[in-house]
């Protein structure tokens, strides 16, 4: 085991996929010469050189747009986009392209793409710089999504990422970079498509998304005090979506909380609520909770951002209520 | 049409009546027939019937709760209909304010919602107040149990207060731990016997309580004490004593006992005891029982001795109530039965328009139901005058309690063989061995002296001694 900080977690993964496959390439602003603006990738564009590691203007359509170019042409580019926001930029590239070719191709040509990009609120970075894109992209067929939780999570799912043959957004959590998680030395691809029960519990069940596992982990211990039980599943991937981890817990359980950072209207939560509802009606003891972003914009404000952030109380509250 | 379900007074001591079990919830619909509710009188439990088709719409009282007689106790009315008036006159007759009850339901429930395309939407159907929340799962759960969630006695935990699946394994704990396995009939006389078959040892196949061990626990008082020591701890009390039992000072032993000790404590007792030669009786007896198929008993000539000493003395088939001495012509006689569960007196009504033979009829028959716990509460009240007699056990005499409202009772001790003075045609007194009986008299000494006691007594001994006369 070592401690390394999340963004480092990510660097390492990016690092190691480089040294094995040198068709992986990088892309984004500040990425090369500046270590990436979360220092993601230090010390690769020293590693790896300008051709393999490049800085771009501020054109997120164009560097999207080429970097699925230069995926249909045989490489594995990795994207990033500075905040998550920026996917609307890019939204053309993303949604009407990379996300459609394999289909629209039958199949002849597909797109071997990451695009990284963080979300998250908590950094007063004002409306336009913290929102969690993930419910959108994840509206889209032809697009996997990613969101990773802690250090050693984001690892393994980055390489899976970047070997994958389809387009992937990938989401980190921009409030996570710095902070420091114990990682094992070597950490195998994860696969998508299989959530994982970061703690196990019997009285209710929270499937949750990037830090909001952490934060669930910390309502769990807090309500592991007062007797009450909490499973808590990371979900890691939104597409492909592990349906059946999830309706075995609330089959277990009988009690659903779904924390997510996207807004609340048209979320992950709501729409994990509605894909697994049928299936769970007659062993639900309690309706499924959901804990998101309020439908507002996100204020610059501390005093005001912070309120709206799906935060441990928040979780531990939206337990309290349905238990 | 909405209308008030009363307390139903079911018997003529019966002023208050409580409330044991409701079987049906609010807006729950009820048939005609349907047990309603189960309510414990003096002497027992009754389970009452709707006597027509409609649908509850407001319990009034709660379980264990007790009410005057003819008090309302619940709304019974069409579904949707405003009962709000009856309900909130219901709770004045209470007593109760409409805020005392938390599931009185609020005053918009019937009123009429516009949308904002001017439709009426009925919102009886989505009112809260009136739906029972059961959670998917604790149906769910329920039903794998074959639990039904209306019979279930329990108090939402879950969202909002809904019943969720926790209440629901509380609930299947409850009863787990109440029920007992029982044979029908072993069921039956313990809830006649008033006995909580939980406390029961069952010694039937899989420890299935039989008829035998409910008997045995009607009659603690007569288990011998083992030899070798008890099973289980042995208790102690604090001065050091070995407890045998302790039991519950409930159910109709507690009943029993409120009434014996109204009674002493209310009504000045006082006590007559004369003997009586019994020969001429039982030669009666002896021929009527040979001339009729049925079997007589000393009691029915006692009985009849009363009931004619009762026509000449109408004070004492009397009762003093409040104000006023009620004197009766119509003889209601109790007799009293040591049933199992405890003492109870069926009252056999008009006795004084029956002869001997009808009069022995029907006491047997209501002596019998009385021993198997079949009374009604009608057979067991309005007696106007009571018999004890425990002559049966050789009892050489004894006082008895007044039972309440009466005036008066009579104890019945053994008849016995004694040497007598007799006088003979001549005027010549010897001693001859007679068969004789004690016959005490208590009467409530606020409305009967000792002299109409004793002239009382007297005539019952005339009768006994020259029975013709019980034949007239």
Known sequence: MKTLTYAQAVCEALDEEMAKDDKVVLLGEDVAFLGGNFKTSVGLYEKYGDLRVKDTPISEAGFTGLAIGMALTGLRPVVELMFSDFLLVAADQVINQAAKIRYMSGGQANVPMVIRTPIGAGRSSAAQHSQSMQAMVSHFPGLKVVVPSNAAEVKGLLKTAIRDNDPVIFFEHKMEYNKKFEIPDIVEPIPFGKARIAREGKDITIVATSSLVMKSEEAAEKLEKEGISVEVIDLRTIVPFDKETVINSVKKTGKLVIADESYERCGVAAEIAAEIFDEVFYYLDAPIGRVSTPNVPLPFSPALEFPIIPSVDRIYNKIKELI | ?472
Not at chain 2, 7 to 20: A, D, I, R
Not at chain 2, 100 to 121: A, C, L, Q, R
Not at chain 2, 314 to 328: D, F, H, M, R, T
Not at chain 2, 417 to 433: L, R, W, Y
């Open chain 2, 1 to 472: 049409m909405a209308e008030l379900v009363i307390m139903p007074k079911l018997g003529f001591n019966m002023n208050s009546g409580k409330l044991v079990k409701w079987y049906k919830t609010e807006g729950q619909s009820i048939k005609k027939g349907d047990t309603f509710f189960t309510i414990e009188t003096d002497k027992t439990n009754m389970d009452i019937e709707a006597t027509k088709d409609s649908f509850v719409r407001k319990l009034l009282i709660s379980e264990g709760e007790a009410v005057d007689v003819t008090l309302p106790i619940a709304v019974i009315g069409d579904k949707g209909e405003d009962v709000d008036g009856l309900i909130s006159e219901a709770l004045s007759k209470l007593g109760k304010k409409p805020a005392d009850n938390n599931n009185v339901p609020s005053g918009h429930n019937n009123e009429e919602v516009k949308s904002t395309d001017d439709k009426i939407i009925d919102t009886s159907e989505t009112d809260d107040n009136k739906r029972v929340k059961v959670t998917p799962r604790a149906k769910k759960t329920a039903m794998e149990r074959n639990m039904n969630i209306s019979d279930i006695n329990i108090k939402g935990t879950g969202y909002q207060g809904g019943i969720c699946e926790k209440d629901i394994l509380k609930a299947e704990e409850i009863q787990a731990s109440q029920k007992v396995k029982i044979s029908p009939l072993a069921g039956k006389i313990a809830a006649v016997e008033g006995i909580n078959v939980s406390a029961v040892t069952g010694t039937g196949a899989g420890n299935k309580i039989m008829k035998r061990d409910v008997e045995a626990s009607i009659k603690p008082a007569v288990k011998a004490p083992n030899q070798n020591g008890f099973e289980g701890e042995v208790q102690y009390s604090v001065d050091g004593k070995e407890i045998l039992e302790i039991a519950p000072y409930e159910g109709i032993r507690q009943v029993i006992g409120k009434r014996m000790a109204q009674s002493k404590f209310t009504a000045p007792h006082v006590y007559f005891t004369k003997a009586v030669d019994l020969t001429e009786t039982l030669k009666l007896r002896k021929q009527i029982n040979n001339s009729y198929d049925v079997k007589t008993s000393v009691t029915d000539y006692v009985a009849i001795a009363v009931i004619k000493a009762l026509q000449k003395y109408p004070e004492v088939n009397a009762s003093l109530q409040g104000e006023k001495i009620y004197k009766y012509k119509t003889v209601n006689l109790g007799i009293a039965v040591a049933a199992p569960g405890g003492l109870i007196v069926p009252v056999i009504k008009d006795a004084e328009k029956k002869g001997i033979v009808d009069f022995s009829e029907d006491a047997a028959e209501m002596i019998k139901k009385a021993r198997d716990g079949k009374l009604m509460p009608s057979e067991y009240s309005g007696g106007t005058f009571t018999i004890s007699n425990l002559g049966m056990f050789g009892i050489d005499n004894f006082t008895a309690i007044i039972n309440e409202p009466e005036a008066a009772i009579l104890a019945v001790s053994a008849t016995q063989k004694i040497p007598v003075v007799v006088t003979d045609e001549n005027g010549k007194d010897e001693i001859a061995v007679r068969p004789v009986m004690n016959l005490t008299l208590t009467v409530d000494h606020r409305i009967i002296d000792g002299l109409l006691a004793a002239q009382f007594i007297g005539e019952i001994k005339k009768y006994l001694e020259n029975p013709m006369g019980l034949l007239i």
